[in-house]
């Protein structure tokens, strides 16, 4: 009888590291909230939490490689927002699956205006995105041709080109 082995668990010092960062991102998102992406700065993120700013650097290299994770964060989210819209639909209703997709692109950014204008709102002012954040950023748009091609093969979309 064979037994399925469980993976290990992911070491304290590995577990506590993924806590502090996810807690900086929360307070990065509070303030993006607050004051939108020009605002964020690692000296009052680490106030909030009750470290220095430098102490922060441990866990991100940057501000900027703090919003890169924000960014990808966010794209995966309204990624999946449109991968759970589009699972939703009837698979052969193509105008109805689009529409669901952009209805969840439409209820994630009301419910998360913030990381909404992190993504898709003005460039951060000295902020380049480096192409880790591609994979998470073509989600959505994956989706879309998706639909698209679904609808093509199905002989209900014609190629007029």
Do not use: C
Not at 22 to 31: C, I, M, N, P
Not at 68 to 86: F, P, R, S, W
Not at 105 to 122: C, F, K, N, Q, T
Request: proline content about 5%; hydrophobic content about 45%.
């Amino acid at each position: 009888m064979s037994t399925i082995s469980e993976p290990e668990p992911a070491s304290l010092r590995e577990r506590y590291r993924a806590q502090v960062r996810q807690e900086v991102k929360e307070a990065a998102l509070g303030q993006l909230a607050e004051a939108g992406p020009g605002g964020l700065s690692i000296s009052a993120i680490g106030k909030q939490l009750g470290v220095s700013g430098p102490a922060l650097y441990r866990y991100f290299a940057s501000r900027d490689d703090l919003l890169t994770a924000l960014i990808i964060d966010a794209y995966n989210d309204v990624g999946q927002a449109v991968e759970d819209a589009d699972a939703s639909a009837d698979r052969a209703d193509f105008v109805g699956r689009w529409l669901a997709v952009t209805h969840g692109v439409r209820d994630w950014a009301l419910a998360v205006p913030h990381e909404y204008m992190l993504i898709y709102g003005s460039p951060v002012p000295g902020y380049q995105a480096p192409t880790d954040t591609v994979a998470a950023a073509i989600r959505g748009t994956t989706v879309l041709g998706t639909i698209l091609d679904d609808a093509v093969v199905a002989g209900v979309l014609h190629d007029t080109g």
